[in-house]
């Protein structure tokens, strides 16, 4: 059974995040989520050929590997952030470009297949840094970016922020 966190009230994330929090399964399988979730987006990916992942459905979008390499960003980002808030540091750590990153991020020179063995190593990171903070460790705060977070609520954002993205792959590129 995947350990029990809570999912976070609105006082621990900021009003950005709705958008991603939104999305989660509220019950506190934090865990079975980040597990799940990858295997979802890994058989939806699995879906389009190479000419498809590195398409876009509108001049200006990311394609289907950068929105992947983005996530990929996204969710270190947002695991360090957590296990800096974990260890109390009070740093206001830096937020980032994310246009930016997914621009400079070469997805377009990158196989599908280094891409996902990636993001397989990342989430895998994440289950694991999640899995091993305490409860006290979870409900500890921290500023990125001039915005104050719980680690919890870091943690539900990498799910949230997934789902997010999935959602519109399958209905900008998949019209479904």
Known sequence: MDKYIGFPSKSEYPPYAEMYMMWVQ??????????????????LVSTFSKEELEHTYITGKWTIKEVLTHLVD????????????????????PGFAQDDYTKFSDSHL???ENIMAEYKAVRMATITLFDGFSEKALMRMGTADGNKASVRALGYHIVGHELHHIKIIKEKYLGI
């Open 110 to 112: 990158r196989t599908i």
């Open 74 to 93: 996204d969710e270190r980002i947002y695991a360090y952030r957590a296990m800096a808030f974990a260890r109390n540091d009070s740093t206001n750590l």
């Open 26 to 43: 509220k019950d506190g399988t934090l865990l079975h989520q980040l597990k799940n979730n990858f295997d979802i987006t890994a058989t």
